[in-house]
């Protein structure tokens, strides 16, 4: 069973961004494709470049000479060091899909709430010698603030 790590709150990786982490001594870049997160191993298979380093872009295709097309923006990252390409979402490598990929890590999202928030102050069974109030924790989004998970 994949342990889960907290990562960081969903809304510190823009659109089109990435954030690069270390988690149980691997270094995993995690991101932010139209608001759907996607990690992989921050390793070039070709010569453990720091891949997630490297420039996200799109693929330029074309059927016939001089038509082209750019698709799946943002969803391919590019090795600094040599320019292997991979897609973001499935670590596949661009020029050999079959063959090369980089490890990819489920990443989940969740709302993380503040225990403290929650807690009844008001059941103690003895009664204190001091007094006691509730207290709440005002949080952005309403205590209710999404948060990233990777899972190795």
């Known amino acids: 069973m994949p342990k889960k790590y907290e990562v960081c709150y969903a809304d ?27 990690a992989v191993r921050n390793s070039c298979p070709h010569k453990a470049a720091p891949l ?3 420039i996200i872009d799109g693929m330029v295709k074309g059927a016939t000479p001089g038509q082209f097309e750019y698709e799946q923006e943002g969803e391919i990252i590019r090795c600094p060091w ?5 897609a973001i979402k499935t670590g596949q ?4 899909p079959h063959k090369i990929y980089v490890r990819g890590y489920p990443v989940s999202v969740e709302v993380k709430t503040s ?3 929650d807690a009844d102050v008001g059941s103690m069974e003895e009664d204190p010698s001091v007094d006691t109030y509730r207290v709440s924790v005002e949080e952005p989004h309403g205590n209710r603030r999404p948060t990233l998970y990777i899972h190795l």
Do not use: T
């Open 82 to 86: 040599h320019g292997w390409e991979f």
């Open 115 to 117: 225990s403290c928030a």
């Open 93 to 96: 490598s661009v020029f050999n």
């Open 52 to 54: 997630c380093r490297g």
């Open 12 to 38: 510190e990786i823009p659109v089109g961004g990435r954030r690069i982490v270390d988690i149980a001594g691997r270094s995993v870049g995690i991101f932010n494709v139209n608001n759907e997160y996607y």
